[in-house]
Every structure is written in structure tokens, then in C-alpha cells.
């Protein structure tokens, strides 16, 4: 599990990529940046290689537009169906082999979890203060936050008449397992999620999103076999419960901007990034 140390580097991250994208044009140096955050240049140096693998400036090129739209070019909707090539031990078709989508029946939907008993805690990740949530079938709830109390609103939000537990299950660790760098021993995951039957499909398609790949909205509208629904796909995407294993973060805008993310757009911009650089160095050593 990833140190306090983790969080707080992060909280320094994601300030310096939200800087970026304020000050992009400047193209502000190494010492800018890392005054902006109040470390020094080679403090700032170190933790993002500790952070990301990769140094600030190959870091930052993946947070470009630019690269975006590569990725996004490359990205023809047939990937949804591009065969498993590399076995288990490749990182870009993880999710959708691990992962299962169950959803909650009518009742438990509209009753907010009525019959629901919800144990939840909160963890370091590398993006932040992470909430997993679960149910004795799966888990229902992933979000990232800056603060605590906001994590456990949100929670009580969504279910507001479940029972809640706050403790630690050891279905929790299955899921923390996805943010570390070696997926060669995870478990497969049920996820028990309260949505419609169409955002059920929508998440459920965006699972089929290899690491270090981007689709549009456009090409998910597609996948699910209605290629006008571009509009409805979006707030399907927006409200997705589980950040990060349903991976929305890999959907963007046509033009290559990244569009908007329920869990802050820095955030969703270091995670791409982040993946680029794991998928970089797996590539390498293939």
C-alpha cells in the first residue's frame, strides 16, 4: 500500500500539472515549476521520478494535447476488439479480464440501497485519498478526493439508505492491487453497481479500453451500438462510480482536449500520463 509520503507527492503533482495547463505557452522551466510547488528543482526532480518512472520532462510530454491526439488517432473502434497478443502478463487488456459488472436488482436501485449493508474505507493511492467501498457482492464505489468528509458524502449520497460499516474487507486490497506497477497476481473482481441498463453497457465498454490507449466519446457510442448517442455516452461516462477500473479517464473530446473528469481534471490528466509511462517502460522490455 502506498505510504502517506505517496499522497502528499501527489497533492504536489497534481499542482504542478494544473499549473501546466494555466501556463503551457510560457513553456515554464524545470525551477518554475518546481517553485510553484515550493520544493526545490531537484527535490521536485526526484519525486516525480519516484512518482512516475520517468523524469518531469518526458512526463510532461505525455500530458500534451499533442500526445492525446496520437493516442487517440491510433485508437480506431475496432480496438475494442483487438485479441489478447501478449498473454496475462501484458498491461493493456487487464481491466476488462479481471473485471466483472454486476448489476444491483430494481429494488436495491431504487430503494438507494435499502437492504444494502456498505463497508467502506479510505486509502493513499497514488492519485490521492482513495474511498472502496463494498457490498457482499462486489464492490460499488471507487472515488478519488482531496478531502476525507467529501469521500464519505459522496458515499452516503449515493446510497442514502443503506447501512454503512466503516472497516476494511479484504475485497479492498483486490482493488488496491490495480495501482501498483507489477499486475502480473491479480485477482478477478466483481463490481455491484447501481446504474441503468445503459450506463451499465457504457461502463462496461469502456472496461475493453487498453492501458495507454484513448477513445472518444464518439468510438464508446459506437461500441455499444449507437453511434448518435454521443451526448448520453458522456453522462454515463461522467457518472461512473468506480474510478480508475472502469477507466472513463481514457475517454476524451475528438479535437484530443481531455474533457471533463468527475474526480478533477489534473487528476485525470497525471493518470493518463502515468499509464503512458508504465505502458512506455513495458513496451521496452518486451
Excluded at 178 to 189: E, I, K, M, P, T
Aim: proline share 5%; net charge positive; with cysteine.
Amino acid at each position: 500500500m502506498e505510504k502517506p509520503q505517496d499522497h502528499l507527492n501527489f497533492e504536489r503533482i497534481a499542482k504542478a500539472i494544473a499549473f501546466l495547463q494555466q501556463n503551457f505557452r510560457a513553456q515554464p522551466s524545470l525551477s518554475d515549476i518546481a517553485g510553484h510547488v515550493h520544493v526545490s528543482p531537484e527535490h521536485f526532480q526526484r519525486i516525480f521520478q519516484e512518482w512516475a518512472g520517468i523524469s518531469p520532462k518526458k512526463f510532461l510530454q505525455y500530458t500534451s494535447i499533442q500526445h492525446a491526439k496520437r493516442l487517440l488517432t491510433g485508437s480506431q473502434t475496432n480496438l475494442f476488439h483487438a485479441s489478447l497478443e501478449t498473454g496475462l502478463s501484458s498491461t493493456s487488456r487487464l481491466h476488462d479480464l479481471f473485471i466483472q459488472i454486476e448489476g444491483m436488482t430494481p429494488a436495491e436501485y431504487k430503494l438507494g440501497g435499502r437492504s444494502l449493508t456498505i463497508c467502506y474505507a479510505i486509502y493513499p493511492s497514488p492519485f490521492g485519498n482513495m474511498l472502496i467501498a463494498s457490498t457482499s457482492k462486489g464492490v460499488c464505489e471507487v472515488a478519488f478526493e482531496n478531502g476525507i468528509d467529501n469521500l464519505r458524502e459522496s458515499l452516503f449520497m449515493s446510497f442514502p439508505n443503506a447501512t454503512f460499516a466503516n472497516e476494511h474487507r479484504p475485497l479492498h486490497d483486490a482493488v488496491i492491487a490495480f495501482f501498483h506497477r507489477d499486475w502480473s497476481n491479480l485477482q478477478a473482481l466483481k463490481l455491484h453497481l447501481r446504474g441503468t441498463p445503459f450506463q451499465l453497457r457504457v461502463w462496461e465498454a469502456l472496461l475493453k479500453i487498453p492501458m495507454g490507449k484513448l477513445v472518444s466519446y464518439q468510438q464508446v457510442a459506437s461500441e455499444i451500438g449507437n453511434a448518435a448517442a454521443s451526448r448520453a455516452v458522456g453522462t454515463a461516462i461522467g457518472q461512473n462510480p468506480i474510478a480508475y477500473l472502469i477507466p472513463c479517464h481514457r475517454v476524451i473530446q475528438t479535437s484530443g482536449l481531455l474533457g471533463g473528469y468527475r474526480w478533477g481534471l489534473p487528476r485525470k490528466t497525471a493518470i493518463i500520463a502515468w499509464e503512458s509511462a508504465i505502458q512506455t517502460m513495458h513496451d521496452d522490455t518486451i
